[in-house]
Every structure is written in C-alpha cells, then in structure tokens.
C-alpha cells in the first residue's frame, strides 16, 4: 500500500523560504503524476502545483507561478516543493497527493499534511 509523508512545514516570516518534501512508498513512483495541494481553514483545498511522471513538464496555479517550484527525484520516490516570498496567505496544511493509477490525473493518494504558518 502507498504511503505519502510530507515534511518540511513550519512557521516563516513574510518574504521567508520554505521547503516541502513528500516521500512515497511502496509504489511504482516513476510512473505517478505527484501533486501538492493546500487548504487553509475554513477553505476549500486547492491544487498548488503537479508535476508529471519524468519531472518535465509542470503546472503552477496563479498564485504560485514565480514563487513555488515543484521537483521530483524518482530515484529517492520523493517530490518537493520549493516556496518563497511566502505570504500571509500562503498559510494552510500543506498535502502531498499521488495518481490513482499510472500516468493518472485523478488523485487517489494522499499524506497527512504539513503545517506551513506565515506571520506578517
């Protein structure tokens, strides 16, 4: 069964850096669309950002394009988001989502999140 752990949130001044990281196992990774999403209290969870299944071709929503990069590694099965000039806004848990099967974009994993908390 797979297996998402998020990790790297934390609280961070405006302006500050922060760097998410999600391991999967005990899957086929390589062959997975990987995803993070966000949902902020009260909110919705919304797609961040996706990244396809050899790391070459990526999709950004508004707000994170020129701020936020997403990377993967399928030697080490893990995928990263990479986040700065963080804002107030920006605060939510932070998750970590998997195809549910090959080369799928509908998510049917999911890791039990990471705090991100931006103060101003």
């Known amino acids: 069964q797979v297996q998402l752990v998020e990790s790297g949130g934390g609280l961070v001044q405006t302006g500050g850096s922060l760097r998410l990281s999600c391991a999967a196992s005990g899957h086929t990774f390589s062959a997975y669309i990987m995803a993070w999403f966000r949902q902020a209290p009260g909110k919705e969870r919304e797609l961040v950002a996706r990244?396809?299944?050899?790391?070459?071709?990526?999709y950004y929503v508004d707000f994170a394009k020129g701020r936020f990069t997403i990377s993967r590694d399928n030697s080490k099965n893990t995928v990263s988001l990479q986040m700065n000039n963080l804002k107030p806004e920006d605060a939510a848990t932070y998750y970590c989502a998997m195809g549910e099967r090959p080369y799928s974009y509908d998510y049917g994993v999911w890791g039990q999140g990471t705090q991100v908390t931006v103060s101003s």
């Open positions: 990244i396809n299944w050899t790391g070459d071709d990526t």
